[in-house]
């Protein structure tokens, strides 16, 4: 029942831009924190930036001046506008819901570490020239 679809990504040149978009249903979103996370080949997985649910904004520092993240509770939907994309950005890009009685990932947020239930099944953003 619960689902997360995320979509947005393809191919894109260094110093372009996608954005990013995860749909929720299944559960109540408005009160969620949302969160964004990418996992490169062969690399555990990196937090990206999370929107808690009174809109508050986090950014991993490798992406901070960059990246945006946002929420429209109306949608049920999260988005990450990447700009000045990097190829060190080549990675699926996973979101993820603090939802969930159990199960999920781990994953440290501005230093504190969150269980993070809830999870699509990725975009992947490629970036190269």
């Known amino acids: 029942e619960v689902q997360l679809v995320e979509s947005g990504g393809g191919l894109v040149q260094p110093g372009g831009s996608l954005r990013l978009s995860c749909a929720a249903s299944g559960f109540t979103f408005s009160s969620s924190a949302m969160t964004w996370v990418r996992q490169a080949p062969g690399k555990t997985l990196e937090w990206v930036s999370t929107?808690?649910?009174?809109?508050?904004?986090y950014y991993a520092d490798s992406v901070k001046g960059r990246f945006t993240i946002s929420r429209d509770n109306a949608k049920n939907t999260v988005y990450l506008q990447m700009n000045s994309l990097k190829p060190e950005d080549t990675a699926m890009y996973y979101c993820?819901?603090?939802?969930?009685?159990?199960?999920?990932?781990?994953?440290?947020?501005?230093?504190?570490?969150?269980?993070?239930?809830?999870w699509g099944q990725g975009t992947q953003v490629t970036v190269s020239s």
């Open positions: 993820a819901a603090d939802r969930g009685q159990t199960g999920g990932y781990y994953i440290n947020v501005a230093g504190k570490i969150r269980r993070f239930g809830y």
């Open positions: 929107v808690n649910s009174g809109g508050s904004r």
